[in-house]
């Protein structure tokens, strides 16, 4: 099996990354990924879209799944085989905002406990370190702002790669508010 990242907006697919998706045969991903995709998924290539992520790890040896941004960044990574990279929204997020990513550590929302998730980005901005939040449609971003001290910067990184593509920023005090379901906080740049 193969995992390729698909970059989390259209036309951040790596070099790599279209070349093993133009050569295969079978083609699993989510709706999301399938689209970024298909520009280079080849005629007569056999496209699934994944409905049951449980069952994921009994594909097809030959299969190629994508994993929009990169899969290693809560993505399908997990899955092992062969995993090539893709642009992760981490890396357009930081990128926008004049950020180096050695500053940066990564903490999951997404589907996972929002009140753990707030307490760790709590902890690790005061040691220093900018926060990649990655959330959910669900995650409340003035929850985040009012663990934190009014003066920290936030920003919300909406749709990224996408001609809608919004980023916002604003401190804890007076915090941007998402107005898309598809996006990142970084807190504390």
Known sequence: MKVVGVGCGPG??????VRVIAAASLVYGSARAIALARPHIRDGCAVHEIDDYRAIRSLPADAVVLS???PMLAGLGYLGGEVVPGISS???????????????????????????????????????????????PAFSVPDLA?????????????DLG?????????????????????????AGF
């Not at 593509?165 to 598809?182: C, F, K, N, Y």
């Open 146 to 158: 009012a663990a934190l001290d009014g003066e920290v910067r936030i920003a919300v990184c909406e």
């Open 68 to 70: 929009t941004g990169d």
């Open 90 to 136: 981490m890396q357009v997020a930081f990128a926008r905002l004049g950020v180096s990513l050695v500053r940066g550590v990564v903490v999951n929302a997404h589907g996972k406990d929002h009140a753990a998730a707030i307490a760790l980005a709590v902890e690790e901005i005061g040691r220093g370190r900018v926060v990649f939040l990655i959330a959910d």
């Open 12 to 17: 951040m697919l790596t070099g790599e990354a």
């Open 162 to 186: 996408y001609p809608e593509e919004r980023i916002a920023a604003g401190t804890a005090a007076v915090p941007p508010v998402p107005a898309s379901g598809l996006f990142v906080v970084v």
